[in-house]
């Protein structure tokens, strides 16, 4: 499976490490952006919280992982309006199936840092349940 989102710096490694988490190596887990952005360092502080390390993710375009691996997926969720347009694009020529799991950007969350950390937490803690419902963990 494929977690999109707009930059793959937030939503999207997110996803992709709590499924490699929850699923080890009996699924095929990626992540991917419509454009590449720059890491985020809350991301990383609201996953290292849960004993998870994404220390060596790098963001990457949906180009730049077709290059790299190939699209070997044959479900991409979607998390962001961009990325489904982008994934749906997928399907013309992809036997793919794609899933819309309309996702809050917590990046754009105010506040002091306790305040945007919680975003963070909320985003990660719906993100795990929703992999756990739809994938039965």
């Known amino acids: ?31 991917a952006g419509v454009i590449k952005g720059e890491n985020d360092p809350f991301v990383r502080a609201a996953i290292d919280e849960i004993g998870l390390d994404l220390s060596r993710h790098r963001p990457q375009t949906l180009e730049e992982l077709e290059e790299n691996e190939g699209l070997a997926f044959d479900l991409v969720i979607t998390l962001s309006p961009d990325a489904h347009h982008r994934a749906l694009e ?11 799991w309309p996702t809050p950007d917590p990046s754009l969350a105010s506040g ?12 990660r803690d719906e993100l795990e349940m929703r992999i756990k419902r739809r994938f039965r963990a």
């Open 90 to 100: 997928l399907t013309r020529t992809n036997a793919i199936d794609v899933e819309y």
């Open 112 to 123: 002091n840092r306790e305040q945007r950390m919680d975003a963070y937490r909320t985003v």
């Open 1 to 31: 499976m494929l977690f999109m989102c707009g930059q793959n710096v937030v939503r999207s490694p997110m996803a992709a490490i709590l499924a490699r988490h929850l699923f080890g190596r009996s699924l095929y887990v990626g992540s």
